[in-house]
């Protein structure tokens, strides 16, 4: 079933999909998260993914894919605000490169989308490798069926309805509600309305969104990660090079093997323990099968 069937069924159903089926792997079976260390972004990014056996394993010919980055704020990419338009870059390339008939980039930010487009560097980065680097249209966000449990029906971006694959492609940073902002909470800008209601119960909302939006895979820049003061602080000292990307076609690997870069245990995070749902033996790190690298 193609990725935009499944959502419209979901819609229909008012159910949102499983955020993972079993996380628990036997050490034979193929790496199910990469972690590559190294100078440079795209190379890292490059890495993670050839780690994980390609993208032509999550992109088919053919297919429309939206890239999503956290393109929040105004921000240059020294502040570690926006994700690093080189993994960006990377991953635009790659998914063109697997047969991928149109690339869009987008995200609903927080500031002036032009001005966080452009001093972001990703509008550049993107549209060099060939993708469609879009504003969002308030006239293309639908209301639709979330089926969370707490996110029941909200104003949904089209294209993101409409994509055969969705590629998550978050910063890690620190965030002062959340205290991790990563892959589950990088969705807010997938979305309309009066996004300020969601952070009542932003921990329930992060995984309603997360598991209605099932990305084929999830590319976590942590190459600048912020670590105090997100998630949009102007002071270089809160920033730390960590030089590192993380990829996997899980959501909930992506958040907890990243939370732990910030010094989180993912148990101790409350959205992660309500996204492992009865089975909090997936938020054991030790237990995922891990592909390493430095490049």
Known sequence: MQRRDFIKSAILAGVGASIAPSLLKSASSPAELAVVKGEDPEKIANKALELLGGMSKYIGKGDVVIVKPNIGWDRVPELA???????????????????????????????????????????????????????????????????????????????????????????????????????????????????????????????????????????????RIRVNNGPQGTNPSDVRLEKTVIATANPLYADAYGATLLGHKPIDLPFLRIAAGANQAKLDISKYNIASAAV
């Open 81 to 223: 605000g926006d994700t690093n338009p080189f993994v960006v870059k990377a991953v635009v390339r790659m998914a063109l490169e697997a047969g991928a008939k149109k690339v869009k980039v987008m995200d609903n930010p927080c500031n002036d989308p032009r001005r966080s487009y452009l001093r972001s560097g990703i509008k550049d980065a993107a549209e060099e490798v060939g993708a469609s680097v879009e504003f969002m249209d308030e006239r293309r966000f639908r209301d639709v069926e979330v089926g969370g449990g707490v996110l029941k029906k909200w104003p949904v971006y089209i294209d993101f309805l409409e994509a055969d694959k969705i590629i998550n492609v978050p910063i890690l940073k620190h965030h002062g509600l959340s205290q991790v902002t990563i892959g589950m909470k990088n969705w807010l800008g997938a979305v309309g309305g009066r996004r300020n209601l969601l952070h009542q119960d932003i921990h329930q909302c992060m995984v309603d969104m997360s598991n209605f939006f099932k990305p084929a895979l999830t590319v976590v820049d942590a190459y």
